[in-house]
């Protein structure tokens, strides 16, 4: 089986352009996360969806970030404009969902790096 | 809101010692749970293990096991037999309960485990 896939694994651009990051979730895992995490640091929640609902985003910085998942399957983070402390990881997880033994499973992230 | 707490950053021991890692948190949540991750320099979040707070028998997977410690809100990785690719991060995670709000995962700041050859 196919775990959670994010595209791109790299990316570097100049601050203040814009950035999006794709995340295709395991088959069949309705609850979609993604994270950032920084240098040295665990990750931290951003936005956490239950199908195509975005049902916590206390966490996105809604000035730049935005995020949406057409369909309740694939997402896609976006930052517009870019900072230089946008500089991190970002990780998308997915669960099954409807349950509360949930156990997330992590894509292998993207790496941005912001000039 | 919860906190985890890893206190050691870094710990280094020699290929088949057995090691600890120690993990602290605090809530006021009664229905949680509790999990290790490791990330390796690759970068893949890989789940090592999960216990339920309601279950008071420790959790264990083959080489790694868990002394879990409610009262005391404590949450420890023991691996026995290390080996060389045992060496990551190794980032402590608590989640509450459904029923809790959000639940999405609260890490640590991690431990950088070294296993020398």
């Known amino acids: 089986e196919a775990g959670v896939v994010q595209s791109p694994r790299y990316k570097i651009i100049e601050k203040k352009q814009p950035v999006a990051f794709w995340c295709n979730p395991i088959?069949?895992?309705?609850?979609l996360y993604w994270y950032l995490q920084n240098l040295g640091q665990g990750p931290e929640l951003l936005i956490r969806?239950?199908?195509?609902?975005?049902?916590?985003d206390s966490q996105l910085p809604k000035d730049r970030f935005s995020a949406e998942r057409l369909k309740g399957v694939d997402s896609t983070l976006k930052i517009q404009p870019a900072e230089l402390g946008d500089s991190a990881v970002y990780l998308c997880a997915s669960s099954l969902g409807g349950a509360s033994t949930d156990t997330q499973y992590f894509g292998p992230g993207t790496r941005l790096t912001v000039l | 809101a919860q906190t985890v707490t890893q206190s050691q950053p870094e710990m280094s021991v020699q290929e088949a010692e057995t090691v600890t890692l120690s993990c602290t948190y605090d809530t006021s949540e009664s229905n949680y749970y509790l999990f290790w991750y490791k990330q390796p320099p690759s970068r893949q979040m890989i789940l090592v293990i999960r216990?339920?707070?309601?279950?008071?028998q420790n959790a264990t997977e083959n080489r790694f096991s868990v002394n879990f410690q409610k009262a005391a809100k404590s949450f420890s990785l023991k691996i026995s037999d290390s080996q060389l690719g045992d060496t990551a991060m190794y980032f402590c995670?608590?989640?509450?309960?459904?029923?809790?709000?959000?639940?999405?995962?609260?890490f640590g700041k991690g431990t950088h485990l070294i296993i020398q050859p």
């Open positions: 088959s069949g895992h309705n609850t």
């Open positions: 995670a608590f989640m509450k309960g459904k029923g809790g709000g959000a639940d999405g995962l609260t």
């Open positions: 216990q339920e707070a309601y279950k008071q």
């Open positions: 969806y239950e199908n195509e609902e975005a049902v916590d």
